[in-house]
């Protein structure tokens, strides 16, 4: 019998795991348990210039002390550039991707030229396309996904539905508002988004349970799978965990990393950040999991409801 649930966890080791990321690794875990299925670790070392030297092996260390280790091999993303090679390839040779010769300045002066400030004013800047026509003799830097192409030759719709199991039904208008994303960098490193969705599709993963920082990318993520001709799996985007300022706990704002002396506690806040009851404090690692699992194999439908 194959399984029909395949979760996954997949920390950057750009530091050790915080608060607010073990959150989103109980949730996968506990999500994957409840559904029989398996839970796989797949470490996000694809920006190499954010990476700490052995954050990786300290972050498996961590989750192990919380009682959730992987179910298989754990994979390391700079182990997979051929992957991310051939996929790049395949979106080449379809016509779907193109070499952009922009430095950050060219971008910025071709949206003021353009005028249309009316576009994600809210967000980082849309790439406008310049390049899309060709590199009119600049030397090609990064490589970005023509996202018109794609809907067009597929059928596609302009804009990209999905509906999360926690958040409901979701929208984006790819094209406008996040416009041609890169895949390869000007850097030469690989593209978040690009490696994702190739290594996604590599561990079989059918069920994505990540923070809801990260809902904003699984437009861009959906449309991909569909250029490679990939499965696209379901989405559950869990609740942040703020600190004190209000602010999305991150290693950038300076969280703390986890106590290991005091694994359950921690653990316990985790749960109760996923609308999971605490336990008394004889609990075990190993009854405190069983006994959310079975919680929350109860609620699948209504799963992690977000609550302070
Ligand atoms: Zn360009």
């Not at 920390?11 to 348990?33: E, I, K, Q």
């Not at 051939?86 to 060219?106: E, F, M, Q």
């Not at 390049?131 to 990064?142: D, H, I, Q, S, V």
């Not at 985007?237 to 209000?246: D, M, S």
Request: net charge neutral.
């Amino acid at each position: 019998m194959g399984l029909s649930y395949t979760g996954r966890f997949a920390p950057s080791p750009t530091g050790l795991l915080h608060a607010g990321s073990l959150v989103a690794a109980l949730a996968s875990w506990l999500d994957a348990r409840g559904h029989n299925g398996q839970w796989l670790v797949r470490i996000e070392d694809v920006d190499t210039t954010r990476c700490v030297p052995g954050a990786d092996q300290a972050i498996l260390q961590q989750l192990a002390a919380f009682g959730l280790v992987a179910d298989g091999p754990v994979m390391w993303q700079s182990h997979c550039n051929a992957a991310y090679q051939g996929a790049l390839d395949t979106l080449v040779k379809k016509g779907w991707a193109y070499p952009c010769g922009c430095s950050r300045k060219d971008i910025e002066t071709a949206i003021a030229s353009a005028q249309a400030p009316s576009v994600a004013r809210h967000q980082a800047a849309v790439y406008p396309g310049t390049c899309r026509e060709g590199l009119k003799g600049k030397p090609a830097r990064a490589w970005r996904l023509d996202v018109q192409a794609v809907q067009t030759a597929l059928g596609l719709p302009v804009i990209t539905h999905w509906t999360d199991r926690r958040l409901g039904p979701q929208q984006q208008k790819v094209a406008e508002e996040v416009g041609d994303f890169v895949l390869r960098r000007a850097d030469g490193l690989w593209a978040y988004q690009l490696a994702v969705v190739v290594d996604d599709a590599a561990q079989g993963v059918s069920h994505v349970v990540r923070g809801q920082d990260l809902t904003d990318n699984t437009g861009r993520q959906i449309l991909l799978q569909r250029a490679l001709a990939l499965p696209t799996p379901q989405y559950l985007h869990t609740p942040l965990v703020l600190g004190a300022n209000g602010e999305k706990l991150s290693k950038q704002n300076g969280a703390l990393a986890l106590d290991l002396q005091q694994p359950f506690q921690a653990l316990n806040a985790a749960a109760h950040a996923l609308g999971l009851p605490r336990l008394p404090e004889n609990t075990t690692i190993d009854q405190a999991l069983t006994h959310w699992t079975a919680l929350h194999a109860q609620t699948l439908g209504t799963v992690f409801a977000s609550e302070a």
